[in-house]
């Protein structure tokens, strides 16, 4: 089965500073990976994603995702944050080997809050 | 395209009784997914179909959980009855293939007192 773990409930940084909100992950097979953002009373929008190729992966906004395989990894990073980018986030994986379900798996989300 | 629309917004019912909540998937999108958001559980996959057909419902809570796709441009989730503990935001995604994102809808936010 696989799943997706986001080890922090809560991030705090100032504004200006670099943030990163963490995400590991677990499948049998080959993950696919996402971030997506949720503000309040809204839908989930999707940041961006790792399919192949090069480990950082740049989105939307100005974040970016590096992959770890070794570390079954999959942070979210933005060198500068600004208080609009407070938000709720979710990372997710679909694992795509052989005989999976495929499902999207979604963690637990982390709420990052950036103080002016 | 509009993106994924969900209908209605909000919903408040009494204890027992039937809801639907319904689903217009993004033109062309092949995958279709419904989630269930709550503060205690957070983000639940339901089910979710492929080209109309069921692939994994294992996520309903109950039988009083249906979901329904009877062609590619529509979705239903039906609760019957319906439960205080049922009350959520639920959140209806699809996607184009296995390998790129779901795009979500806004969300139905039910109430059932």
């Known amino acids: 089965a696989q799943s997706v773990a986001q080890p922090e409930d809560q991030v705090n940084v100032a504004e200006g500073n670099p943030l990163t909100v963490k995400c590991t992950y677990s499948?049998?097979?080959?993950?696919?990976l996402f971030w997506y953002v949720q503000y309040p009373n809204r839908g989930l929008q999707f940041l961006l994603k790792?399919?192949?190729?090069?480990?950082l992966v740049k989105g939307s906004y100005g974040f970016e995702a590096e992959f770890n395989k070794s570390q079954t990894s999959f942070h979210l990073k933005k060198p500068s944050a600004l208080v609009s980018d407070s938000a709720l986030y979710f990372c997710?994986?679909?694992?795509?080997?052989?005989?999976?379900?495929?499902?999207?798996?979604f963690g637990s989300g982390t709420q990052l809050t950036v103080l002016p | 395209d509009a993106g994924v629309i969900q209908s209605p917004r909000h919903e408040v019912t009494e204890m027992g009784q039937e809801v639907t909540l319904r689903c217009k998937p993004i033109?062309?999108?092949?995958?279709l997914f419904w989630y269930r958001q709550t503060m205690m559980r957070g983000l639940e996959l339901l089910i979710y179909?492929?080209?109309?057909?069921?692939?994994?419902d294992s996520g309903m809570p109950e039988d009083r959980f249906s979901a329904k796709m009877p062609n590619a441009s529509f979705s239903t989730l039906k609760i019957q009855p319906s439960e205080p503990r049922d009350s959520a935001v639920y959140f209806c995604?699809?996607?184009?293939?296995?390998?790129?994102?779901?795009?979500f809808g806004q969300g139905t936010r039910l109430t059932v007192v």
């Open positions: 995604a699809s996607s184009a293939r296995q390998a790129t994102e779901a795009f």
């Open positions: 179909f492929n080209n109309n057909v069921p692939i994994d």
């Open positions: 790792y399919i192949t190729g090069d480990n």
């Open positions: 997710a994986v679909r694992d795509m080997g052989a005989g999976s379900a495929r499902q999207l798996t």
């Open positions: 033109s062309g999108h092949d995958y």
């Open positions: 499948v049998s097979g080959n993950p696919y």
